[in-house]
């Protein structure tokens, strides 16, 4: 092309072999495929505006993003392997992103869950492997914005990766021109009211994520955006007025005042540590909602930290400082 | 084949480049704005750009190139650094264009009537992660005397981004030397912290120059700019505190290797160059003084 020919092998066509349709989300069909070494990936299909100016900039930095975080290789994060053009049209950029194939989401995993349910060793161990992930993502600037059961993957052996994060503005072109009813469940409130969207609505899907791996299913299951917050108000209780985020269509006065209900009602084995945790995830005010960074400090996983600290295999002091926090759960702690 | 030559000391005629009156800090805000935010992760960022920079060092691109040489490669690259200068970008945006440029080599065979091509195309590429206004395409092409078209280099584009994986946040020498002399005026000032922006002009200049260099080049960026920074120091008579970047493990063969290379290429460089205050005055206009 354009007197260029390829001279070096790694660089060829057509090396992945589709075999199933894993799902059709938001951002376009997922695929189960095959490498040439046989390898399953998981190859996402997704469409960008052909601009006159060729690839749009927000989508040029959201891939380069992700390639670069690949050099990390967090533990926390699913591996992504490859990208590459596929025909295009003179309106659109067709584009295969290549993941690693993880046949297990975290929703399946509770499913599959036998009664009663999850061990609190085994909740803390997932909590962790979450936030750090999360912790990751916002050490580079990252808002995964969508956190929930179905793109959060467990592997086979109880490591957790978070997946589908960065692509929202990569997809933002077609997000435009789907109809796909996106969940709510696990929308922070000023999402809804659409009134910021900073790396605190992590953290509260972060919560939600929480409760339901107690018991087993959403705490908050809203049938619209309205009827969401209601949700969220039953358990919570309506916020302070102060608290209420400004220039939002909503008004405060539109809900009914409720008190906020203890959440072991909800939650009956919930410890006394985790709902501490929990209730700090739920902050409905987004500044008042505990960071990563600081979750990952609470006194829930101080157990968790310590033994990671005395485990000789790897020297954790090493990774108190900025980004580096892979070495934290290299090996995922399952009990 | 560049119909619009450019080196030193065509620039240094140009009094259109030379005397402009925009800002360089407007010029390069968002690399300032850039830092801004990054200043807590700044070390993080360093440590792991270290850790990695061994992945994008290209060091045989021209072999198997029919039509592409080393001198070739280097009156591209100095076509570049113009075509960068008259849009006014930022300084590391020409250091990720070129790396592409070599990686791209490193894959493909170039004609040579498409050199240009691919030299506007990587600045594109380039401008697009790292300015808050990337230049148009029509403008680039406008560099071009107008020999390609619109779709040759969207085209391309995608040739490219395909070649090198959207891998596009390289650790430059650029990032590397910024480092350095950041760290180094920060701990001194008054006349020593003055001295020590001069050397940083320089180091600017000879470490952007060195892109056309081929051998230069292929050095490790991390070293590279130690030593260019070193070599500025010694020539604008500044003291750096004898200066050595954290986590920057080598040997004294290594660095002495290299330091002299710099050496040899500087001192034929400021042969050439008529003083070097005016370098650094340039310098300060094109990329600040902070």
């Known amino acids: 092309m354009l007197a260029m020919t390829s ?37 996402k ?126 997809y933002g072109f077609q997000m435009a021109l789907t109809s796909v009813v996106v969940t709510l469940w696990y929308r922070a409130p000023e999402v809804i009211l659409q009134a910021s969207y900073a790396t605190p609505v992590d953290l509260w899907s972060c919560g939600c994520i929480f409760a339901e791996l107690f018991i087993r299913r959403p705490l908050f299951c809203g049938q619209s955006d309205i009827d969401q ?107 | 084949m560049f119909r619009k030559r450019f080196d030193w000391k065509g620039q240094k005629g140009d009094d259109k480049t030379l005397d402009s009156p925009a800002s360089p800090t407007a010029t390069c805000m968002h690399h300032c704005l850039d830092h801004q935010g990054f200043e807590d992760y700044l070390d993080d960022i360093y440590y792991h750009r270290l850790s990695i920079e061994y992945k994008y060092v290209v060091t045989t691109c021209l072999e198997n190139q029919p039509e592409v040489d080393s001198g070739m490669r280097g009156l591209l690259v100095s076509w570049m650094t113009g075509v960068h200068h008259q849009m006014k970008l930022c300084q590391d945006t020409l250091f990720i264009a070129v790396n592409i440029v070599d990686r791209v080599l490193d894959v493909m065979q170039a004609s040579r009537d498409y050199l240009q091509l691919l030299g506007i195309t990587t600045i594109l ?43 596009l946040m390289v650790p430059t020498s650029q990032f590397f030397l910024e480092y350095y002399a950041t760290s180094c005026i920060n701990s001194f000032q008054g006349f020593q912290g ?41 020539e604008t008579k500044s003291d750096d ?8 493990f080598h040997s004294c063969e290594d660095f002495e290797f290299i330091y002299k290379e710099v050496k040899t290429f500087s001192e034929n460089l400021l042969h050439n160059l008529p003083d070097v205050s005016r370098v650094c005055e340039h310098y300060y206009r094109l990329y600040g003084i902070e």
């Not at chain 1, 059709?24 to 189960?32: D, M």
Request: aromatic residues 6%; hydrophobic residues 35%.
């Open chain 1, 7 to 43: 001279r070096k092998e790694r660089f060829d066509n057509n090396n992945y072999e589709v075999i199933s349709v894993i799902g059709n989300g938001a951002y376009g069909t997922v695929y189960k495929a095959r490498d040439k070494e046989g390898q399953l990936v998981a190859m």
């Open chain 2, 125 to 167: 590429i380039a401008s697009k992660l790292e300015e808050v206004t990337p230049p148009e395409i029509s403008e680039l092409l406008g560099c071009c005397d107008g020999v390609y078209t619109r779709d040759m280099a969207k085209q391309l584009e995608r040739v490219i981004l395909d070649a090198i994986r959207f891998d």
């Open chain 2, 241 to 248: 505190g004898d200066y050595l970047p954290p986590g920057l």
């Open chain 1, 45 to 170: 299909k997704i469409r960008i505006q052909n601009t006159e100016e060729g690839m749009p900039m927000s989508a040029i930095r959201e891939i380069a993003l992700l390639k670069q975080l690949e050099n990390y290789e967090h533990p926390n994060i699913v591996r992504f392997l490859d990208v590459k053009h596929t025909n295009q049209t003179a309106n659109e950029i067709r584009l295969n992103l290549v993941f690693e194939f993880i046949d297990q989401d975290l929703a399946a995993y509770l499913e599959r869950c036998p009664s009663p349910g999850l061990g609190p060793d085994r909740i803390r161990d997932l909590m962790y492997q979450l936030l750090n992930g999360v912790d990751f993502l916002h050490a580079h600037r990252i808002v995964h914005r969508d956190l929930k059961p179905q793109n959060i993957l467990i592997t086979r052996n109880g490591q957790l990766k978070l997946a589908d994060f960065g692509l929202a503005r990569v």
């Open chain 2, 194 to 234: 003055d001295q020590l922006r001069q050397s940083r002009a320089l180091a600017r200049c000879v470490l952007e120059l060195s892109l056309q260099d081929y051998d230069l080049s292929q050095r490790r960026p991390s070293m590279l700019s130690l030593c260019v920074w070193k070599i500025a120091v010694e």
């Open chain 1, 229 to 335: 917050l209601a949700k969220i108000f039953e358990i919570l209780g309506l916020p302070m007025e102060h608290d209420w985020p400004e220039n939002v269509t909503l008004p405060w006065s539109s809900f009914k005042p409720v008190p906020p209900q203890p959440l072991q009602h909800y939650i009956p084995e919930i410890e006394s540590d985790a709902q501490d945790l929990l209730e700090k995830l739920l902050q409905f005010n987004p500044h008042k909602r505990i960071s990563a960074r600081n979750a990952l400090n609470h006194s829930y996983f101080r157990d968790e930290i310590d033994s990671l600290r005395t485990s000789s295999s790897m020297s954790v002091s090493e990774s108190d400082s900025g980004l580096d926090t892979s070495s934290r759960s290299d090996t995922p702690v399952s009990k």
